[in-house]
């Protein structure tokens, strides 16, 4: 059994940032990917991005790309994703993500594993 932890969210105005981190526990596979999604009222879950267990790969959704960045610390088995420039858009609870098979590449598709999810709020 895997367990996520999220961390960071909360309250920022238009154009500010947040720093999300997560850190996985317990059984975790030797490799994984990680990565985070986000879920607005009333809309479907969605990628937001993902890195390879080296941390040499990354993906961002094209609404993110520029303005988040994401991050490893393999011995903390933690990742992060730093949020600069944001948009009211953003507003969403965001959710993170472990995928085994996705070790190599970051392109998480599948999560084997979801946190519980933290609540990001972009006011204007």
């Known amino acids: 059994q895997v367990q996520l932890a999220e961390s960071g969210g909360g309250l920022a105005q238009t154009g500010g940032s947040l720093r999300l981190s997560c850190a996985a526990s317990g059984r975790t596979s030797t490799l994984y990917a990680m990565g985070w999604f986000r879920q607005a009222p009333g809309k479907e879950r969605e990628f937001v991005a993902g890195?390879?267990?080296?941390?040499?790969?990354?993906h961002y959704a094209d609404n993110v790309k520029g303005r988040f960045t994401i991050s490893r610390d393999i011995a903390k088995k933690t990742v992060y994703l730093q949020m600069d420039s944001l948009k009211a858009e953003d507003t969403a609870v965001y959710y993170c993500?472990?995928?085994?098979?996705?070790?190599?590449?970051?392109?998480?598709?599948?999560?084997?594993?979801w946190g519980q999810g933290t609540q990001v709020i972009v006011s204007s």
């Open positions: 993500a472990l995928d085994s098979m996705a070790y190599a590449t970051g392109k998480i598709t599948t999560p084997t594993s």
């Open positions: 890195i390879s267990w080296s941390g040499i790969s990354t």
